[in-house]
């Protein structure tokens, strides 16, 4: 069973480990995560599970993604059915990667904007 929800975090279960459920938390653990592994070992399975897992805990209005796969962009494919899921960028549309990018910065000003307007010097 998933944990009960909890105001001001953007926790999912990940997997289960042997003390039980293991859990990631994009407000407690921090807004920024690296994956890394071999060629085959999991990254991107982890990637679609973890998304799927804040998708199921958390509404739309709460959480969004933009996927951002440079393999093609099949791996994300399952994912572009939830509501959470703004669009995929991939290597295969070198224009629209740039385009994505563009907006990605947009969005970083507009929110420093709104953080600097409320005096606030992070989301916390």
């Known amino acids: 069973a ?3 929800r909890r105001a001001g975090t953007l926790a999912a279960v990940i997997g289960v480990g042997h003390a039980g459920p293991v859990a990631v938390d994009l407000v407690a653990d921090g807004p920024h995560a690296v ?3 071999t060629t085959g070992s999991g990254k991107s399975e982890l990637l679609v599970t973890w998304m799927a897992a804040l998708a199921a805990a958390h509404p739309p209005e709460e959480v969004t993604v933009l996927l951002v ?3 093609g962009g099949a791996a994300f494919d399952p994912l572009l059915v939830l509501p959470h ?3 995929l960028v991939t290597d295969l549309d070198g224009q629209g990667a740039r385009r994505a990018l563009e907006s990605l910065r947009a969005e970083v000003r507009h929110r420093e904007r709104v953080l600097r307007d409320a005096g606030a010097r992070d989301v916390d």
Request: aromatic content about 8%.
């Open 2 to 4: 998933a944990p009960a």
């Open 35 to 37: 994956v890394a592994g």
């Open 69 to 71: 796969d440079f393999k």
């Open 85 to 87: 899921a703004v669009g």
